[in-house]
């Protein structure tokens, strides 16, 4: 009796967890969301982030407000939005940032069964931007000029260990050349630091440096595309120059572990609709990154494998840290 008198209440328990989920759900949402975002405003992870919000606010009937905390290479930001109630309220603009972090420090604060995975949102590669100060104007040129200046020229990272430093320490490797790391918090002051010529590299999201190498404030030697950018088909891929060397960045939308199915069924439902408008696409595109979106379950799969990926870098140049 006893036993069956512990699988009722189980039961019972179970139908109301259910049921106040699938209310929850229903109700959802029935005050504005926070979308936080681990770098500056006016940054190639702001700019698509705001956009993405405009549109999932007028799609849900509530305010999704953009909130910047640009600190640690994201860490700030997604450990605001973990600490916070899993209610589908607090949304991160997550990068693949939050998946290196996990390999960087040993201990992040976090771990990636903590995040939920909605949606990718956007796909991009890496251009080398280089100050028009260094007299280069290829990548082969530059090698010679970093050759023949060894540990004289600077390059520019978001943080310690962030993504930036690790393609920068496989192309010195690759290049056999010896650089010196500047970190910055953000890419709006790299990329305005750059202009001015007091950094000399920096391995940066296309869509940061597009209006500023149109207008001839700095130089691209080469993308980490596979093949040339149809908004760049007059700068090489690294693969062009005769590197074998692809790298790819991600941006898309989480929440924290344990939030309703449901919602995060809405939010991707939405999401998805939103990534697939001509007007997002021509936004992303023009920039040269790509309009992507996926399946919560897709998306997780591409945060592991940036996991997997990022692992044996991290060991070979010695990136892991304490926070």
């Known amino acids: 009796m006893l036993l069956r008198s ?17 209310i929850a759900a229903d109700t959802y949402p029935n005050h504005p969301i926070r979308l936080a975002v681990g770098f500056g405003a006016g940054g190639p992870t ?32 997604t450990r605001d939005v973990l600490a916070q109630p899993r209610d589908g309220y607090t ?11 996990t390999a960087v420090y040993r201990d992040a604060g976090y771990t990636l069964s903590d995040i ?19 007299p280069a104007n290829d990548f082969k040129s530059f090698v010679a000029y970093a050759k023949a200046h060894p540990g004289e020229v600077t390059y520019a ?24 790391r500047i970190p910055f918090r953000g890419g709006l002051q790299i990329v305005q630091e750059l202009v001015a010529g007091r950094v000399d590299l920096y391995p940066s999201p296309t869509l940061a440096i597009m209006p500023q190498y149109r207008a001839g ?11 040339r950018l149809s908004n760049l088909p007059e700068v090489p891929t690294l693969k062009d120059v005769g590197f074998d060397f692809v790298r790819f960045g991600w941006l898309g939308v989480c929440a924290g ?11 991707n439902r939405h999401i998805v609709a939103i990534v697939g408008s001509p007007a997002y696409r021509s936004l ?5 990154q790509i309009a992507v979106s996926s399946s919560p379950r897709d998306f997780g799969a591409v945060m592991q494998k940036t996991l997997d990926d990022v692992v044996p870098a991290v060991k070979e140049f010695g990136l892991q840290q304490d926070r």
């Open 46 to 77: 702001d700019i698509p982030a705001r956009f993405i919000a405009e549109k999932l606010g007028a799609a849900l009937g509530q305010p999704v407000v953009v909130e910047n905390k640009p600190a640690a290479g994201g860490i700030v930001a």
């Open 116 to 134: 939920a995975p909605v949606s990718l949102i956007a796909k991009y590669y890496y251009g080398l931007a280089l100050a028009n100060a260094i």
């Open 217 to 227: 404030h700095l130089k691209i030697l080469a993308t980490t595309s596979p093949e």
């Open 91 to 101: 949304l991160l603009l997550c990068t693949h940032f939050d998946a290196t972090n």
């Open 157 to 180: 990272t978001v943080g310690a260990a962030s993504a930036q430093e690790i393609m920068a320490r496989e192309l010195e490797k690759l290049a056999g050349v010896t650089m010196n």
């Open 257 to 267: 572990a344990g939030t309703a199915e449901p919602i995060i069924a809405t939010l």
């Open 284 to 288: 992303i595109e023009t920039a040269g």
């Open 6 to 22: 512990t699988r009722c209440v189980a039961l019972v328990f179970a139908g109301l967890l259910y049921a106040s989920t699938a």
